[in-house]
Nanobody, 130 residues
Framework: QLQLVESGGGLVQPGGSLRLSCAAS????????IGWFRKAPGKWREGVSC????????KYADSVKGRFTISRDNAKNTAYLLMDSLKFEDTAVYYC???????????????????????WGQGTQVTVSS
């Protein structure tokens, strides 16, 4: 059974940091591009970051550029999203997702489109509050 499980969310003060993890089971992440998405109340789900299967290509939404860092450890079948300098507007449920590197290319060019991703985790809540 193919599964992605996020962890690491929680409550943090503005300016704080969190590291989200996305653990895959049932398939080998080596063959997949990973995306992180988030959904805030009243907003559409948006792409936050993307990383190719070998980590050579990454992309960030303008709203998180310079504050978030995406990474992966294929040996652990896990991807990460390090979030620094968190702001109130980063409050959302964060999801990781995977798409085959062979379907849309093993890169993160263009937009981080949720429609390209076929495997999704259940999400983890991140709340930034003082």
């Amino acid at each position: 059974q193919l599964q992605l499980v996020e962890s690491g969310g929680g409550l943090v003060q503005p300016g704080g940091s969190l590291r989200l993890s996305c653990a895959a089971s049932g398939f080998n992440l080596d063959y997949y591009v990973i995306g992180w998405f988030r959904k805030a109340p009243g907003k559409w789900r948006e792409g936050v970051s993307c990383i190719s299967s070998t980590s050579y290509s990454t992309k960030y939404a303008d709203s998180v550029k310079g504050r978030f860092t995406i990474s992966r450890d294929n040996a652990k079948n896990t991807a990460y999203l390090l979030m620094d300098s968190l702001k109130f507007e980063d409050t959302a449920v964060y999801y990781c997702a995977a798409r085959s590197r062979d379907t849309y290319g093993n890169n993160c060019y263009g937009t981080i489109d949720l429609n390209d991703y076929g495997y999704w985790g259940q999400g983890t809540q991140v709340t930034v509050s003082s």
